[in-house]
């Protein structure tokens, strides 16, 4: 098994910056890793994804041009920058790994096998 773990989250004003890490617990092959996030009282969407071995990567049409994910292979982390952040930002993040791509999809369905706990991300207005 493998623990993904979620750092960077906290309070930020409305324009500006938060950059989540998501480090595991071990080095694994991946097919592709992602950020999700769930807001109160609403359904769990998927926010970013990039694919581990050609770093592709697949952005949310809400996030697209402020957010920008990444990996760094030696650090076996992935990242979430996220700029211009408005109040609808709001929700709980959560990283997640897909092993092997049979249910490779960048969609609020988009099956993966391991999560993180989450870190709690709140833009005040």
């Known amino acids: 098994q493998v623990q993904l773990v979620e750092s960077g989250g906290g309070l930020v004003q409305a324009g500006g910056s938060l950059r989540l890490s998501c480090v595991a617990s071990r080095p694994f092959s991946r097919y592709a890793m992602g950020w999700f996030r769930q807001a109160p009282g609403k359904e769990r969407e998927f926010v970013a994804a990039?694919?581990?071995?050609?770093?592709?990567?697949y952005y949310a049409d809400s996030v697209k041009g402020r957010f920008t994910i990444s990996r760094d292979y030696a650090k076996n982390t992935v990242y979430l920058q996220m700029n211009s952040l408005k109040p609808e930002d709001t929700a709980v993040y959560y990283c997640?790994?897909?092993?092997?791509?049979?249910?490779?999809?960048?969609?609020?369905?988009?099956?993966?096998?391991?999560w993180g706990k989450g870190a709690l991300v709140t833009v005040s207005s």
């Open positions: 990039i694919r581990w071995t050609n770093g592709n990567t």
């Open positions: 997640a790994a897909d092993l092997d791509g049979s249910s490779w999809g960048p969609t609020d369905n988009y099956a993966m096998d391991y």
